[in-house]
């Protein structure tokens, strides 16, 4: 349930950085951190690839009693090379929280795994899943599941059986149906 609560729709709009045409995309984060007047949200970089972030127009969709609150968010760090990026949004409340795992070495493969994401930019959907491999990828660690989300599911929290938050979801393998 707090992993369901903390699950938020985002959508991201701007111009490249590239050629000034208009981009727009559609992802989800995990709220990991909320006191009175902010709350911090988890998710992929890739949702601002070759956005100018300085003009861009980033919306978060929380997901409260049953109906989506849209609040401004404003981009506050990241990595592209891990895909990671944080936003902040304001509030008048304390948001729900997704517990961070408290350790990463208790994945193992064969594991049973759960996500959240915004199929498409649909309100947020549980994905079960099993763990595969973990580092099979260069770079930073990664975990490689048995189902390869759709488009709008980046972003979003990949959880233990338990609910804790292990990683964030970057990317599909379409001919292996892997994520």
């Known amino acids: 349930k707090t992993a369901f609560a903390a699950t938020v729709r985002i959508r991201v709009a701007g111009k490249s950085d590239e050629d000034e045409k208009y981009l727009q995309d559609v992802g989800t984060g995990t709220i990991v951190h909320s006191a009175t007047g902010r709350a911090i949200i988890l998710t992929c970089a890739h949702l ?7 003009g861009a127009v980033v919306e978060v969709d929380v997901f409260e009693d049953g109906k989506a609150v849209t609040y401004p968010a404003k981009l506050i760090g990241g990595d592209h090379d891990a895909d990671l990026a944080l936003l902040q949004i304001q509030t008048s409340k304390v948001l729900p929280v997704a517990q961070l795992s408290p350790t990463i070495a208790e994945a193992k493969p064969g594991q049973t795994m759960f996500s959240f994401g915004c199929n498409d930019g649909t309100d947020p959907t549980r994905l079960d899943t099993k763990l595969v491999e973990i580092n099979r990828y260069h770079g930073p660690p990664n975990f490689v599941c048995t189902v390869d989300p ?3 599911r980046s972003g979003g929290g990949l959880f233990s059986a338990s609910g ?3 990683g964030v979801c970057s990317c599909a393998d379409r001919k292996t149906h892997e994520g």
């Open 48 to 54: 601002f690839l070759h956005i100018e972030v300085k």
């Open 164 to 166: 804790d938050l292990l």
């Open 150 to 152: 759709v488009s709008g």
